[in-house]
């Protein structure tokens, strides 16, 4: 069985300070790979995703995210941090090749200091 | 404009009654899934659907219905048999199972009077 551990419940971090959000998971197959991100009182948006291809995923605002095959993880960074990142971050995995659900880690509440 | 649209985005529930959650879609997608979210929890998935009339059990189905009757809605029945209701409900859609690249509703946010 799959699942997913994300290894904090809370991160603080200071405005333009870097940030890395944890994720890693448990699969004996091959995996797709997904961070969404969650702003008060909203649904789940996705933040970017790992299919295929390179290693190194990016999102359009600044994110990005690499699959490390062997260490099984989907680590979360972002080089320097806004007040307007503070969300809830999920990271999700699904197995390639298989008509399975996609399991979601129990998220990461990013709060942002000023 | 096109998506998902729950509604309502409150509701309240009295002991003993039946509520629905209604979630339509416009993105033309197959499949279609409910998730309870509680604070720390994150999301349990309840049930979900790969095609019309037909529908699977997710791991928290019990005091829960749905159905299927049409490809853009998939409404949930939060029954009286769910003992503890109070929670954030969000609706998703995906092309497939396989490639599970979900998209959510805004939720419906469920409380108990």
């Known amino acids: 069985a799959q699942s997913v551990t994300q290894l904090d419940s809370q991160v603080p971090v200071f405005e333009e300070a870097p940030v890395e959000l944890r994720c890693n998971y448990s699969s004996s197959v091959s995996v797709y790979l997904f961070w969404y991100v969650q702003y008060p009182n909203q649904g789940l948006q996705l933040l970017l995703k790992?299919?295929?291809?390179?290693?190194l995923v990016k999102s359009i605002n600044g994110f990005e995210a690499e699959f490390n095959k062997s260490q099984t993880s989907f680590h979360l960074r972002k080089p320097s941090v806004h007040i307007s990142d503070t969300a809830e971050y999920f990271c999700?995995?699904?197995?390639?090749?298989?008509?399975?659900?996609?399991?979601f880690g129990k998220g990461t509440r990013l709060h942002i200091l000023p | 404009d096109g998506g998902i649209t729950q509604s309502p985005k409150y509701l309240f529930r009295k002991e003993g009654q039946n509520v629905t959650l209604s979630c339509e879609q416009n993105?033309?997608?197959?499949?279609m899934y409910w998730y309870r979210q509680d604070p720390g929890q994150g999301l349990r998935l309840i049930y979900y659907?790969?095609?019309?009339?037909?529908?699977q059990k997710g791991d928290i189905a019990e005091g829960y219905s749905v159905s299927r009757e049409k490809k853009e809605s998939f409404p949930l029945t939060v029954t009286s048999a769910q003992k503890n209701p109070t929670a954030f409900y969000l609706c998703a859609t995906g092309q497939s199972l396989a490639k599970n690249i979900q998209y959510f509703g805004a939720g419906t946010r469920l409380s108990v009077l």
């Open positions: 993105l033309n997608h197959d499949a």
């Open positions: 659907s790969q095609i019309v009339n037909d529908f």
């Open positions: 999700a995995v699904s197995h390639m090749n298989r008509d399975d659900k996609i399991i």
């Open positions: 790992y299919l295929s291809g390179s290693t």
